[in-house]
């Protein structure tokens, strides 16, 4: 039950008297001024220059602005220079891009919009209209990390599988491709990069059941360049006739069973780097489908490339060499984590290295070169693991870690010791700064796992891991939960300093040569430290949560910082442990100068009453509700049907007092361009009412606890 309503309204505020037409809302005609970013001007990419060409800064992906003006000293005369208010609630995970004066972002539903630097005003917006109901394949929200600008085009993926290219001046569309079989659940989250005048993008969808790949596209015509299988066809399949054909072997080789009847996951969803030092792209693979390794590939072999990080050869895609972090990875274990690349002295060496801080709790320093494990050390507390054995690179696991003689209670987890929020490192200080967080999960076999065509497929008992309903249960669980930004020193593997959190699921980092250390938080304060000490220097209230990494740039000797605000993702969706939710406002893009003063305010959105159904219902019904919900609503509203404030909370719904009405939305697809797909495929009528009744118990609940 994927978004009952989504917070996918009509237009708003932000394109109100903008006429639509294909798709383009263009408020005027803009310079384009994206013709001088070529491939000479992205190799060189300076972030001294004012502009924040590329998705991480340059193509080394630090994260680190070289501009002062905003420093330790001043930093609290920053105000906001101008704000612009978007037209959804969902998670805002996009890093602009800003060449000469224009900033380019995205939006959640795959929007796309430019805006003047400086003063804030919309030049255009793109809408690839992604039908609503595709919303229901994207495991994780439907957001999106931003756009590759090069050659006078906008490059933007799509949650329906498509890159498109967009005039940068006037945001009219040059060509589309669909990257992926849209007859499967893929879905496309990630930010593009330009690599050699070809558009890198991957995908996502593992949790459903596809099989994950890498692509280029040629950025003038999007044309299919080469393309990059990270997980082998099934047995005795042909091969692809892919740049992965040469290594499909050694793959085949590290697999058990039939793997192909869910894909095998290993979906390229967010890190692609370019190392140009050695000409070669670096690609982080994510989990397994199912995640239950026993399921999976009948608990056999290493599966190759999931959770790795892959190198690979930048004109061709060949294969070049690679790192395994977790071999037959069982827990949702994601590679796909922020890469940074960098120069280090290492016991007194220059070493080229590239840096990783994933899901599994390691924080890794590989050679570029050869893929060499040089160090790793783990930044949060772990109970999968003792450790990295060095003569083999493999981790050190623990006694039923796999869960093979029960539940096991993992630190970190699925959601990460460190998810998709972007990393930063500072040359000044050689320090990372990390948004790191602790949330456990009770990993159990689910003894009744069926495979479910387009659905979830992990092979997990998620009922394991629900919300208590006692007030004392659910506060002990939450006091569990912290989020901390740290800074590490990537030489020494240890921690500098802290910043702690009393929650998870905070915002990426931006460095700059100021002395400062960026990052918003769960709460909605975005917030600067010395990046030397990790003291608080200066913060501001958002109204609503941060999730996305800042950028700095630079206009008429003046220096801005911009962030995107709204709260979402995979925690809030699916976790139950918000802390006094309510409805979310509308996402936010938020730029700041020394002296600004524009006005801002956000008014809190009050709750709806719980709604109280009269129909009687048995506890068998809300019993059985329990479970299915768990197993298909709770993933996007919240396990316990506890709503986050980002999709509604259905304990308020209007639809649950009227049987038929919410069968329709539930079975029936009334509410489908909304983002809550038809459930008809896996509920019958009888689940469906089952859901209902438990949803109304935790609506009575949920009233009286109230009084």
């Known amino acids: 039950m994927r978004g009952i309503v989504t917070g996918r309204k009509a237009f708003g505020k932000i394109i109100l008297a903008a006429a639509l037409v294909g798709g383009i809302s263009a408020c005027k005609k803009a310079d384009n001024v994206a013709s001088g970013v070529t491939e000479e001007a992205l190799a060189g990419a300076d972030t001294a220059s004012g502009n924040w060409l590329t998705h991480g800064g340059t193509h080394d992906e630090q994260r680190f602005a070289k501009l002062e003006q905003v420093n330790a000293e001043t930093v609290g005369d920053l105000g906001l220079a101008w704000s612009a208010e978007f037209d959804t609630n969902r998670g805002q995970e996009a890093t602009p891009i800003v060449v000469d004066g224009v900033l380019y972002t995205t939006t959640a539903w795959s929007k796309v919009f430019a805006f003047d630097a400086k003063t804030g005003k919309q030049l255009w917006v793109y809408d690839p209209k992604v039908p609503g109901e595709k919303g229901f394949n994207a495991c994780c929200d439907v957001v999106n990390r931003g756009v590759a600008v090069y050659d006078g085009k906008v490059f933007s993926g799509t949650i329906d599988g498509r890159l498109i290219a967009l005039d940068a001046g006037t945001g009219k569309e040059v060509w589309s491709t669909v990257t992926v079989d849209q007859s499967k659940p893929y879905t496309i989250t990630g930010a593009p990069r330009v690599v050699k005048g070809k558009v890198l993008i991957g995908n996502g969808g593992a949790e459903y059941g596809v099989r994950g790949y890498v692509s280029a596209y040629d950025a003038g015509s999007g044309d299919l360049a080469w393309r990059f299988y990270t997980v082998p066809p099934g047995p005795g399949a042909p091969a692809d006739g892919a740049a992965s054909d040469d290594i499909i072997e050694k793959m085949r080789a590290t697999w058990e069973g039939d793997w192909s009847e869910f894909g095998g996951g290993g979906t390229v969803w967010d890190a692609i780097v370019y190392d140009q030092e050695f000409d070669q792209v670096l690609i982080g693979v994510g989990n397994g489908a199912p995640w239950n390794h026993k399921i999976r590939s009948n608990g056999k072999g290493d599966n190759l490339f999931v959770s790795s990080v892959v190198a690979l050869d930048a004109e061709t895609g060949k294969y070049k060499w690679h790192y395994q972090g977790t071999p037959g990875e069982t827990w949702d274990f994601t590679q796909t984590q922020p890469i940074i690349l960098a120069d280090l002295k290492i016991e007194g060496v220059d070493r080229k290295v590239m840096m990783q801080a994933p899901k599994n709790g390691f924080f890794y320093v590989i050679d570029r070169k050869d893929g060499k494990l040089?160090?790793?050390?783990?930044?949060?507390?772990?109970?999968?693991?003792?450790?990295?054995?060095?003569?083999?690179?493999?981790?050190?696991?623990?006694?039923?870690?796999?869960?093979?003689?029960?539940?096991?209670?993992?630190?970190?987890?699925?959601?990460?010791?460190?998810?998709?929020?972007?990393?930063?490192?500072?040359?000044?200080?050689?320090?990372?700064?990390?948004?790191?967080?602790?949330?456990?999960?009770?990993?159990?076999?689910?003894?009744?796992?069926?495979?479910?065509?387009?659905?979830?497929?992990?092979?997990?008992?998620?009922?394991?891991?629900?919300?208590?309903?006692?007030?004392?249960?659910?506060?002990?669980?939450?006091?569990?939960?912290?989020?901390?930004?740290?800074?590490?020193?990537?030489?020494?593997?240890?921690?500098?300093?802290?910043?702690?959190?009393?929650?998870?699921?905070?915002?990426?980092?931006?460095?700059?040569?100021?002395?400062?250390?960026?990052?918003?938080?769960?709460?909605?304060?975005?917030?600067?430290?010395?990046?030397?000490?990790?003291?608080?220097?200066?913060?501001?209230?958002?109204?609503?949560?941060?999730?996305?990494?800042?950028?700095?740039?630079?206009?008429?000797?003046?220096?801005?910082?911009?962030?995107?605000?709204?709260?979402?993702?995979?925690?809030?969706?699916?976790?139950?442990?918000?802390?006094?939710?309510?409805?979310?406002?509308?996402?936010?893009?938020?730029?700041?100068?020394?002296?600004?003063?524009?006005?801002?305010?956000?008014?809190?959105?009050?709750?709806?009453?719980?709604?109280?159904?009269?129909?009687?219902?048995?506890?068998?019904?809300?019993?059985?509700?329990?479970?299915?919900?768990?197993?298909?609503?709770?993933?996007?509203?919240?396990?316990?049907?506890?709503?986050?404030?980002?999709?509604?909370?259905?304990?308020?719904?209007?639809?649950?007092?009227?049987?038929?009405?919410?069968?329709?939305?539930?079975?029936?697809?009334?509410?489908?361009?909304?983002?809550?797909?038809?459930?008809?495929?896996?509920?019958?009528?009888?689940?469906?009412?089952?859901?209902?009744?438990?949803?109304a118990d935790r609506a009575k609940k949920g009233a009286a606890a109230e009084k």
């Open 374 to 695: 040089i160090s790793a050390k783990n930044f949060v507390p772990q109970t999968w693991t003792t450790g990295v054995d060095m003569a083999t690179g493999r981790p050190i696991e623990t006694p039923n870690a796999r869960f093979e003689n029960g539940p096991f209670l993992a630190f970190p987890s699925a959601l990460g010791a460190h998810n998709w929020h972007p990393m930063a490192y500072s040359p000044k200080t050689n320090l990372v700064y990390l948004p790191a967080q602790e949330v456990p999960f009770a990993y159990v076999d689910d003894a009744k796992f069926k495979a479910r065509d387009g659905g979830w497929n992990i092979g997990m008992d998620f009922l394991a891991n629900g919300a208590p309903e006692d007030k004392a249960g659910f506060k002990a669980v939450r006091a569990m939960l912290k989020g901390q930004l740290i800074a590490w020193d990537p030489v020494a593997q240890k921690e500098a300093w802290r910043v702690q959190y009393d929650g998870p699921w905070n915002g990426g980092v931006l460095a700059t040569a100021g002395n400062l250390v960026f990052q918003g938080n769960a709460k909605g304060e975005f917030a600067a430290f010395s990046a030397d000490k990790g003291e608080k220097l200066w913060s501001f209230d958002a109204g609503t949560g941060i999730i996305a990494a800042p950028v700095s740039y630079s206009i008429d000797g003046e220096q801005y910082v911009a962030i995107m605000a709204g709260y979402g993702g995979a925690y809030p969706l699916s976790s139950g442990f918000v802390d006094n939710p309510r409805p979310m406002p509308n996402g936010r893009l938020l730029v700041f100068k020394l002296g600004g003063k524009a006005p801002y305010k956000i008014e809190p959105i009050e709750n709806a009453p719980f709604t109280i159904v009269e129909d009687s219902f048995t506890d068998e019904q809300v019993t059985a509700g329990l479970s299915a919900y768990e197993g298909n609503c709770g993933v996007c509203h919240s396990g316990g049907a506890i709503g986050s404030g980002v999709l509604p909370d259905l304990r308020r719904s209007a639809y649950l007092s009227d049987k038929d009405a919410w069968r329709q939305v539930v079975l029936g697809g009334s509410l489908k361009d909304n983002g809550m797909a038809s459930f008809a495929k896996y509920l019958k009528p009888e689940d469906a009412e089952a859901i209902r009744a438990f949803v």
